[in-house]
């Protein structure tokens, strides 16, 4: 994984075309994704500027980017894995193309020369890329289905004409310079973009969805049944998993001690055992929480099982408080959810980086594909249910996507989520609400759970297998949001919070807490006028019960309920 950064204009009009150190220093505001090598194409006549900030996961000695092949005009930079590659050279591309670098994303170039902007729907992984076409004088630039991958776009007016638009991408926005002119958007997921840069006329950006899944509009599957589908879950996550090992250096897994983590956990440590890897056959696991955090004691009871060689960090609140304002610069958010779950696992990665390890495994998706948040066991029924579920998934992007790849390239670490591969999410999608959660035992996730649960060669112990949901930024210690909150208080004074809604009146987007206020300025501060690009990830507090605090101990449900 890695940053990208691009600028190009249209008939090449811009006069305010810079040097090529000037966009090399808008790269380098996110070489913290990229600390392994940079890279630039710079093509001064036609004004296009591809920049690379590389990360080294596959083809260490012949991957650097971008990529330029010299034979097709074609220059190409990816921030991702294209997990099916060696496959499309073999049955797509029937072998046309030999492969210069080992860079497993150089199959994109030889995609699109047979097939154009299609190619983007053949690839199985997760990525954002800029592709320029010299010949045509053609910019694609696309983003994965889900959007594991960050990629923002910056439409710039030109100030020579009105009608003229200047583009950045990048896969971070504090890459695009701050500029009254400048309108900052988040290039959604599942979308391609190709731009002719000497169309003459003024030009509406031809930018199309091509991900359109059954599962997003077809409903959920009254057909399937429990013993029909456990096969194919047990089968489609393995798969899964086994895509996401693809690596030419350490990795390890994050181990929280909950379902979701332990499963992948469980899953990667059964594949090294039988099939080896390239760093051996021992498997690094990591937790991190408070001392007496719930996670650590099950990732300990996990590791152990497992047999990992399990790494236990401690953090203490200050440490987490410490970090906020620096984290909230990488993150690019001010939602709530995200800044308490990404505080402990950003101060993780650091941890991980420091000892070799250069990608993780991760558990993000499951509780968004399988209604897994405690709320849902409020849901009114089964077709809000499953509603819910296409929503938080489709929306990923804005928040645990976002969470697991800027905490974790904060510090140059990669995370791979398994549970949101294509073929993944067309198995779980459309299964019965009825059977994601089992109301009568009060069990979410439950065929997830019963697909895992081999009583003769076990998964996992039992006690992990069903234990009840708990929400990282929770089970990282029950102490890390209380004592955050307390600190807030010192922060923010009544007298201030009581005139939050003369301050922030914009789109009816006014902080309700203290804790959103706090977040908001410190986001204000670092990124001006770009507010209007985060959303916030709350409960749904329109169906009976459901607090509005985002915490899984504000729900009734849980098991040590303590926040009203």
């Known amino acids: 994984m890695c940053g990208i950064f691009g600028y190009f204009c249209k008939n090449n009009s811009d006069s305010n075309f810079k040097e090529r150190n000037y966009y090399i220093s808008l790269s380098k505001n996110m070489r913290h994704r990229g600390p392994d090598w940079s890279g630039i194409y710079y093509e ?20 650097s980017q971008p990529i330029i092949n010299d034979d097709l005009n074609i220059v190409l930079s990816v921030n991702g894995e294209i997990y099916n590659h060696k496959e499309l050279y073999k049955t797509v591309l029937h072998n046309k193309y030999q492969p210069k670098t080992e860079s497993d994303c150089e199959v994109i170039i030889y995609l699109y020369k047979e097939f154009g902007h299609h190619c983007v729907q053949m690839l199985d992984g997760m990525f954002s890329f800029i592709l320029y076409d010299y010949n045509n004088n053609n910019v694609l630039v696309a983003r994965d289905p889900i959007g594991i991958i960050p990629l ?4 710039e007016t030109c100030s020579e004409n009105k009608d003229i638009k200047n583009y950045y991408i990048a896969s971070e926005m504090k890459s695009i310079p701050y500029n009254e002119n400048i309108i900052v958007n988040v290039f959604e997921p599942g979308y391609s973009w190709l731009y002719n840069l000497d169309h003459k006329f003024t030009f509406s950006p031809d930018i199309v969805e091509y991900f359109d899944p059954r599962w997003i509009n077809s409903g959920f599957d009254k057909s399937l049944d429990s013993e029909s589908i456990k096969p194919k879950i047990r089968q489609y996550l393995i798969e899964a998993v086994k895509k996401r090992l693809m690596a030419d250096v350490p990795f390890g897994v994050l181990l929280s001690g909950g379902l979701d983590s332990s499963l992948i956990s469980s899953i990667t440590s059964r594949i090294i055992k039988k099939n080896g890897s390239v760093w051996g056959n021992n498997l690094h696991s990591f937790s991190i929480g408070l001392e007496g955090a719930p996670d650590l004691k099950y990732a ?9 060689i399990h790494h236990e960090i401690n953090f203490t609140v200050q440490d987490g408080i ?3 304002p620096e984290l909230i610069n990488n993150l690019e958010t001010y939602d709530v959810t995200t800044i308490r779950a990404s505080t402990p ?29 405690l709320y849902f066991h409020n849901a009114p029924d089964d077709n ?22 800027k905490s974790t390239m904060s510090w140059g670490v990669e995370a791979r989520v398994p549970f949101l591969d294509k073929s993944f999410l067309e198995v779980a999608m459309p299964i019965h609400p009825s059977l994601k959660l089992n109301k009568d035992a009060k069990i979410e996730k439950h065929i997830l759970r019963a697909a895992f649960d081999d009583k003769s060669d076990p998964y996992l112990p039992s006690s992990i297998l069903w234990r009840q949901k708990e929400q990282f930024s929770d089970g990282v210690g029950y102490n890390w949001i209380d004592g955050l909150k307390e600190f807030i208080e010192t922060q923010i004074s ?17 902080p309700k807490t203290k804790e959103a206020l706090y977040y908001r300025k410190i986001f204000d501060e670092k990124f001006p006028n770009r507010h209007s690009i985060v959303p916030r990830w709350i409960p749904r507090t329109d169906w009976e019960g459901v607090s509005y605090d985002p915490s899984g101990r504000a729900q009734k449900v849980h098991e040590n309920t303590t926040i009203e």
């Open 44 to 63: 001064q006549e036609r004004k296009v500027v591809i920049c690379h900030e590389r990360l080294s996961i596959v083809g260490i000695n012949s991957g």
């Open 152 to 155: 923002y776009i910056g439409t």
């Open 300 to 308: 300990k009871e996990v590791a152990d099982f497992l047999g990992t």
């Open 322 to 324: 410490d970090c906020i």
């Open 345 to 373: 696992m950003y101060l993780l990665s650091r941890i991980i980086k420091s000892m070799g390890i250069k990608m993780v495994l991760s558990g993000e998706g499951a509780d968004e594909v399988f209604g897994g948040y």
């Open 384 to 405: 809000e249910f499953h509603e819910e579920c296409i929503s938080r998934t489709t929306n990923l992007h804005h928040f645990d996507c976002l969470r697991a790849n």
């Open 494 to 510: 009544d007298e201030e919070f009581s005139n939050v809604s003369n301050v922030y009146n914009d789109n009816n987007d006014v």
